[in-house]
């Protein structure tokens, strides 16, 4: 990977090292989106798929495909709040337990910090001084033992914004699977197959989100969009098989 010196430089000016800084204390949800687009999409299309390979009607396909938004957007909502919130209170449980020992036993918490810095390279008066200035302060001596000595992240999300994140982006994306039906439902008239056109833009959809999916892991959008395609559709397929292989075992 080849980088700009000049680029570089401009990036590390003050200026901008502490308009990083704030921004990167900032929480984001796009993530909760991502995912939750994800899987709403190929949730949904599975179902599409196993009823299309089933032989039903488009009104059985709307029937099921709401409800499965509706029912599964919701558990995974419930579930991203749950986890989400379950690490809310590890952190603050965390963060009280070192406070109590800060105060029962300061000289040990110091001690603490003292070998945390010194396995940093500090050592002599430097090393004293640093621990000086976090035990000065006791929100910064309990952010200094949450980050480095438990390993834990100072940013903590919110339970009910990560389970909306996730809920929107399951009931928006993973809507497109059903487009077409509804389409034909309400046009008078209308002469194509739903399925196919189903397919075609749930396909987009899978490639879209995948690309989404990209900026927050290190892989190239075109790779994570066909990542996402493939991995969605065979999920599909795998439906669609099913539900063709149960419509002949019925028929029998």
Same mark, same amino acid.
Do not use: C
């Given at each position: +990977?080849?980088?700009?010196?000049? @680029? $570089?430089?401009?990036?590390?000016?003050?200026?901008?090292?502490?308009?990083?800084?704030? &921004?990167?204390?900032?929480?984001?949800?796009?993530?909760? *989106?991502?995912?939750?687009?994800?899987?709403?999409?190929?949730?949904?299309? !599975? /179902? /599409?798929?196993?009823?299309?390979? !089933?032989?039903?009607?488009?009104?059985?396909?709307?029937?099921?495909? *709401? @409800?499965?938004?509706?029912?599964?957007?919701?558990? +995974? @909502?419930?579930?991203? =709040?749950?986890?989400?919130?379950?690490?809310?209170?590890?952190?603050?449980?965390?963060?009280?337990?070192?406070?109590?020992?800060?105060?029962?036993?300061?000289?040990?918490?110091?001690?603490? /910090?003292?070998?945390?810095? #010194?396995? &940093?390279?500090?050592?002599? !008066?430097?090393?004293?001084? !640093?621990?000086?200035?976090?035990?000065?302060?006791?929100?910064?001596?309990?952010?200094?033992?949450?980050?480095?000595? +438990?390993?834990?992240?100072?940013?903590?999300?919110?339970?009910?914004?990560?389970?909306?994140?996730?809920?929107?982006? *399951?009931?928006?994306?993973?809507?497109?699977?059903?487009?077409?039906?509804?389409?034909?439902?309400?046009? /008078?008239? @209308?002469?194509?197959?739903? =399925?196919?056109?189903?397919? $075609?833009?749930? #396909?987009?959809?899978?490639? #879209? %989100?995948?690309?989404?999916?990209? &900026? *927050?892991?290190?892989?190239?959008?075109?790779?994570?969009?066909?990542?996402?395609?493939? %991995?969605?559709?065979?999920? #599909?397929?795998?439906?669609?098989? %099913?539900?063709?292989?149960?419509?002949?075992?019925?028929?029998?």
């Amino acid at each position: +990977m080849s980088l700009d010196p000049k @680029a $570089l430089a401009e990036d590390h000016s003050p200026q901008r090292v502490q308009l990083r800084l704030e &921004k990167d204390k900032q929480v984001s949800y796009l993530p909760d *989106f991502v995912y939750g687009a994800i899987d709403g999409t190929v949730t949904t299309f !599975a /179902v /599409v798929s196993g009823v299309a390979g !089933a032989g039903l009607s488009s009104n059985v396909v709307i029937i099921l495909g *709401f @409800a499965n938004l509706i029912g599964d957007g919701f558990s +995974m @909502a419930a579930s991203n =709040y749950l986890g989400t919130r379950t690490e809310s209170q590890l952190h603050a449980k965390a963060r009280d337990r070192e406070s109590d020992e800060i105060d029962a036993y300061p000289e040990g918490e110091r001690e603490e /910090v003292r070998q945390i810095f #010194a396995a &940093k390279g500090f050592e002599g !008066a430097e090393l004293e001084r !640093a621990v000086e200035i976090i035990s000065a302060d006791k929100d910064r001596w309990i952010n200094t033992m949450l980050t480095d000595e +438990m390993g834990l992240s100072l940013t903590v999300r919110s339970p009910i914004r990560a389970a909306t994140a996730t809920m929107v982006a *399951f009931l928006i994306v993973g809507l497109i699977p059903l487009l077409s039906f509804v389409w034909q439902t309400v046009t /008078v008239n @209308a002469d194509f197959d739903p =399925y196919w056109w189903s397919a $075609l833009l749930t #396909a987009i959809a899978f490639f #879209a %989100v995948g690309a989404a999916k990209s &900026k *927050f892991v290190q892989q190239h959008w075109s790779w994570s969009g066909l990542e996402t395609l493939l %991995v969605g559709g065979a999920a #599909a397929s795998l439906a669609y098989f %099913v539900g063709m292989a149960l419509s002949s075992l019925l028929a029998s």
